[in-house]
């Protein structure tokens, strides 16, 4: 069964530095989100991708942050300078249509020392 | 804004059993979908469940139903003949159904309630 595939598992970068994560979304799948989960807090949007560029985007997602498409199937999250607050587990997901099911990675866990 | 509530932070139940997980939202739309899912432990979110505010028909998947009351704002998920595979981390979410405009991509979702499946 297809799903959503997410690298790396676990990050670890210092403050200042720029991480990007990386997402192959589901082949056929035209929607792209990422979404974070800061410890013990809820799971928060970021921003939905279609058609080459952004759709929607949550206050969170700030001119530190950006994602592409670079080709045919990775979706990346880059986040140019981490602080120490951007540490949370960070999902990716794809839907077919807006109206389908978001299908989820297994997500990476950015720590940000 | 819309706002989802888990007040359970955390559930248990013996196998075999029924148990119910409560969730609660607030929103001033009339159309929109309330999403139940599941993230096993080291494991992806999947969907357990879905409901369309427009249908008065409670959804239902196998062992899984939900109990929708929309004047109540509130959306439980039921679990019936509980088995070990069910242990995991149940999100409840919402999203608009807006045709355009606002926010009609993104998940809304609570906290989460960690079921833990005795034996």
């Known amino acids: 069964e297809p799903e959503v595939t997410q690298t790396p598992s676990h990050q670890v970068t210092q403050m200042g530095q720029e991480v990007i994560l990386r997402c192959v979304p589901i082949?056929?799948?035209?929607?792209f989100y990422w979404y974070r989960q800061i410890l013990g807090q809820k799971v928060e949007f970021l921003v939905s991708f279609y058609n080459n560029e952004i759709s929607e985007k949550s206050e969170i997602f700030d001119d530190q942050f950006s994602v592409e498409r670079p080709d045919g199937s990775n979706f990346t999250l880059k986040i140019r300078s981490t602080k120490l607050e951007d540490s949370a587990m960070y999902f990716c997901a794809s839907s077919e249509t807006r109206y389908n099911e978001q299908f989820f990675g297994p997500g990476t866990r950015l720590t940000v020392l | 804004a819309q706002t989802v509530t888990q007040s359970q932070p955390e559930m248990s139940v013996q196998e075999a059993e029924t148990v119910t997980l409560s969730c609660t939202y607030d929103t001033s739309e009339s159309d929109y979908y309330l999403f139940w899912y599941k993230q096993p432990p080291s494991r992806q979110m999947i969907l357990v469940i879905r409901q369309e505010a427009y249908k008065q028909q409670n959804a239902t998947e196998n062992r899984f139903s939900v109990n929708f009351q929309k004047a109540a704002k509130s959306f439980s998920l039921k679990i019936s003949d509980s088995q070990l595979g069910d242990a995991a981390m149940y999100f409840c979410?919402?999203?608009?159904?807006?045709?355009?405009?606002?926010?009609?991509?993104?998940?809304?979702f609570g906290k989460g309630t960690l079921l833990t499946v005795n034996p």
């Open positions: 979410a919402y999203r608009s159904q807006r045709e355009s405009g606002g926010s009609n991509y993104k998940l809304t």
């Open positions: 082949s056929n799948h035209l929607y």
